[in-house]
Structures are given as C-alpha cells and as structure tokens.
C-alpha cells in the first residue's frame, strides 16, 4: 500500500536537464560583429601605418638635429638648424606658403604652426637674422635651448 501513496518520496525522480548549448557554430549576429571587428582592425592599421609613413619626414629631420647638436659647432650650428628647419617646412607644408617667408614672417609662421611663442619671443628668435649676420666675438648663441625650440617644433607643429 506504500506503493500508491501519492506523497512518497519513493516516487521521485530526477529532473532531466537538457544537454548544454554547443558555442559552436555560431549565431549570426556573432559573424556580423566579427567582420565588423576585422574591418576596423584592418582600418586602424592602414591608418597607423599611413601616419608614420607621413611622419617619416619628421624622423629624419629629428636624426639630423642630433647630429648638428653632437657636432656642437656654434659658429654655424644656427645656420644648419635654420636650413633644417627651412627643409622640414616645406616638406610639411605647401611651397608656395613656406618658400619666401624670412625674417619675422618666418618666425611667425613658425610660432603660429608650432602653438608656441618661442621664435618670436623666446630663444628661437636667433633664427630670424643670425643666418645673416657674423657673430660677434664674444658672444655666442646658446645652442641647447634653439636646440629644445627646434626640436618642439619638429615635434609638434600643425601642417
């Protein structure tokens, strides 16, 4: 008679679960957020190695200001860092806007195109005229600030 209590715990059994969700293959919204993912993989690399391509010039122009500050020829390492700069420009920025710019005009472009005061106002100002004139006994440029100057704007200007 135990048999045909409702209430014995005799009768219970066990729940039967369903077997796990296979991960694989996957739902379609997954492949779309896949290719999704690789094209802005691939985009962002394009983009990566399309800006140290453009910043080649830079690299260049900063190799070639250690060697002028290694060299440490103050007679004439204003006039290689004005030059240097003179090449950087006109490799960042059209000829027509950089070419006849000299004096205060150039050092204003470069303050204007660097977000810096420092060629009008500050230790860059040795590059407006000193290419043009002798350097007087006695009195000589101090090279490693033009070569901090220089240097942030290589760095840094805006083409």
Known sequence: MADTD?????????IAVPPPVSWWPLAPGWY??????LVLLGVSVWAAVDRWRRNRYRRDALRELDLIEHRAQVSTAVIEM???LKRTAL?????????????????GFLDATGGTGAFTSGDGRLLGDAIYQRAEP????????????VRHWITHHRC
Do not use: M, N, Q
Request: glycine share 8%; hydrophobic share 55%.
């Open 138 to 149: 006695g009195t000589a440029p101090d090279v490693p600030k033009l070569v901090a100057v």
């Open 32 to 37: 779309v957020i896949a290719g999704v993912a």
């Open 82 to 84: 004005a030059e240097l």
């Open 6 to 14: 409702p209430g014995s715990l005799d009768r219970l059994h066990d």
């Open 91 to 107: 490799a960042a920025f059209p000829r027509e806007r950089v070419a006849s710019l000299t004096g205060a005009a150039w050092l």
